[in-house]
């Protein structure tokens, strides 16, 4: 959280989004404030208890364990088109959603999710990341066709 704080404060992102419980309790605990949190109220799979987040709206999306709803597409891209704090409640899992999280954030956001027994990743939003997420949406869509 110390390096990412220091990354915050060079760099002053346009957005902060964070994806998974743990790691948006985890910015709020130091001070950072996303301006979209997406949680399931699950951490590893097991349910907690609904972590408190500064939000001005609340969502709740049904989204399945391994999939990526049109809901969530349609929430997430409404959300961070906003200028207050959302929160975005997932009834089933919101891992894929980071996904979503940086087609559809402003360019230079720090899209911020957490990784399993290592920490966090923090994603920088550029045209780039945009169009590598475009591929890798599209690989997906054409799969869950198949």
């Known amino acids: 959280m110390k390096k990412l704080k220091d990354m915050v404060e060079e ?6 989004v964070s994806v998974g419980d743990r790691v948006s309790k985890n910015l ?6 996303p301006q979209l949190s997406i949680v399931d109220n699950r951490v590893m799979r097991r349910k907690i208890q609904p972590i ?8 709740h999306i049904k989204n399945p364990r391994g999939t990526i709803t049109n809901e ?3 929430v997430i891209q ?3 088109e906003k200028t207050c704090r959302v ?10 959603l980071t996904l979503v999280a940086v087609l559809y954030a402003p360019e230079n956001a720090f899209v911020v999710y ?6 966090i990743v923090a994603v920088k939003v550029t045209d ?3 169009a590598e997420v475009a591929g890798i949406l599209k690989a997906m869509e054409n799969v869950s066709k198949s």
């Open 87 to 96: 929160k975005i409640v997932v009834d089933g899992e919101e891992d894929l």
């Open 28 to 33: 709020v605990q130091n001070g950072m404030f």
């Open 78 to 80: 409404m959300s961070l």
């Open 52 to 59: 408190a987040v500064l939000a001005d709206e609340t969502f």
């Open 128 to 130: 780039k990341k945009k």
């Open 11 to 16: 760099e002053q992102p346009s957005r902060i």
């Open 72 to 74: 969530a597409f349609a």
């Open 114 to 119: 957490g990784q399993p027994r290592e920490g």
